[in-house]
């Protein structure tokens, strides 16, 4: 278990393990600093208070580095933690809306859903031949990969997928049949959304449009529902390639089997893999845009270490804190310099270029709101030091930071770029 010390709470994602905290530096007289407003944080992140079918409710609190917001919609109220899950809350609402103003009682037939609960044709191929009526007809039931049944014989975990214990048997034959969870992935696809969305309203929506899509007996594409736009978003601020848009449409058992192919090609350790596709808090999607990010920086040292640090989270603010960390690193990797190090120090990621220039990635929402982070990274620039960069050490804060934390780190030969971009596109392949 790694151990993060000051930056416990900035990372937010391990716990155990206090942190002495020395009282000899002199950041700043004040002992804190003035948390910003209700409306201030808003206007800073350039997010309204209220839209279509929302609002945010005042106070927003921040945990660690992270603020959390009460998000209130037409749904229920919902908390979300951290604004990059909150901008991703607000695209998943807008994917809602325009679901809801689709009507799919006109494009739905009788067709297949009823059909298939009535002849006793479909059971009698499941007897006959059930090799080829799961893998070719059900979802999620073990897939068939170079002629091995990977989830069986226990090479790839399981995938995730939307939650649906309260169903019926013969609801499940059904979807399976008519293809209700690929056209839910399509739709979401040509959305933009997470394919795999933990949003109750979002998944129930899209659950609802894919079981008229499939089930309907007219010819109707996708393309001609949805005008087309961008690129769709798995997670916030990321455009992703048609290669990535084809993994999300898959079944999920064959993305889980591309992404753990994927990670052995960047010699990350088959227990690492193992424990990464098998977590439960990251969704598929989230999962894969991670696994592109490594793939851009290519095969540099020590990616054995994040993986497992991803592996280990407890909460989705928390394994989604790194998959943020590392879409800032290809960023800088693509735009600025080829990074040939990606790595860990007190659980946070850095990246070393080949001129020997040091690049740290810290995800969070404000840095240095309190004494002990601006101690903990003051700590951190030590380390740093000791390692010999050339030139100044930059911090990338996805972020603002506070005044006195800037002042610190640049009289220990360091400067912070607040508002880090994150990657513009990422491929998989």
Request: glycine fraction near 8%; include cysteine.
């Amino acid at each position: 278990m790694f151990r993060f010390l000051g930056l416990m709470a900035l990372v937010a994602m391990l716990t155990g393990g206090a942190c002495v905290i020395p009282q000899a530096y002199a950041l700043s007289k004040a002992q804190g600093t003035v948390e910003p407003s209700f409306k201030q944080v808003l206007l800073d992140e350039g997010i309204d208070i209220s839209g279509p079918g929302y609002e945010i409710l005042a106070p927003i609190e921040r945990s660690g580095t992270l603020f959390s917001f009460q998000l209130k919609t037409d749904f229920g109220t919902f908390p979300v933690r951290g604004t990059a899950l909150l901008r991703k809350r607000l695209k998943e609402l807008e994917a809602l809306r325009r679901l809801e103003r689709t009507d799919w009682g006109a494009l739905a037939g009788d067709g297949a859903v009823e059909a298939v609960k009535r002849p006793l044709s479909f059971l009698g191929d499941l007897v006959r031949s059930p090799v080829d009526t799961l893998s070719n007809s059900a979802e999620n039931l073990g897939q068939l990969v170079d002629g091995t049944v990977k989830t069986v014989a226990g090479e790839t975990p399981v995938a995730a997928g939307p939650q649906r214990e309260d169903e019926a048997t013969s609801t499940k034959i059904a979807a399976a049949v008519v293809g209700r969870d690929r056209a839910r992935r399509e739709i979401a696809v040509k959305l933009g959304v997470d394919p795999y969305t933990t949003f109750a309203p979002l998944s129930a929506g899209l659950d609802k449009a894919a079981w008229s899509f499939a089930s309907s007996n007219r010819v109707v594409r996708l393309a001609t529902i949805f005008i087309p736009g961008g690129v769709g978003t798995a997670v916030t601020g990321v455009m992703t390639s048609a290669g990535i848009q084809e993994m999300l449409v898959e079944n999920p058992t064959i993305l889980n089997e591309r992404m753990r192919e994927a990670l052995s090609d960047l010699g990350v350790s088959p227990e690492a893999t193992r424990a990464f596709l098998g977590q439960r808090v990251l969704t598929p999607a989230e999962k894969l845009v991670f696994v592109a990010a490594l793939q851009q920086l290519g095969p540099v040292p020590s990616l054995d270490e994040q993986v497992q640090l991803v592996a280990q989270a407890e909460h989705t603010s928390s394994a989604y804190y790194m998959v943020m960390a590392a879409l800032m690193a290809v960023n800088y990797h693509q735009e600025q310099e080829p990074l040939i190090e990606f790595k860990l120090l007190d659980g946070v990621p850095y990246g070393r270029t080949a001129a020997g220039k040091v690049v740290v990635f810290i995800a969070g929402d404000r840095i240095g709101w309190d004494l002990a982070q601006r101690i903990a990274l003051i700590e951190l620039q030590g380390k740093l030091e000791r390692m010999q960069p050339v030139g100044e050490i930059e911090y990338r804060v996805y972020g603002l930071a506070q005044a006195s934390l800037h002042e610190a780190l640049w009289d220990r030969n360091a400067f912070i770029r607040e508002r880090a971009p994150l990657a513009g596109s990422l491929e998989f392949h």
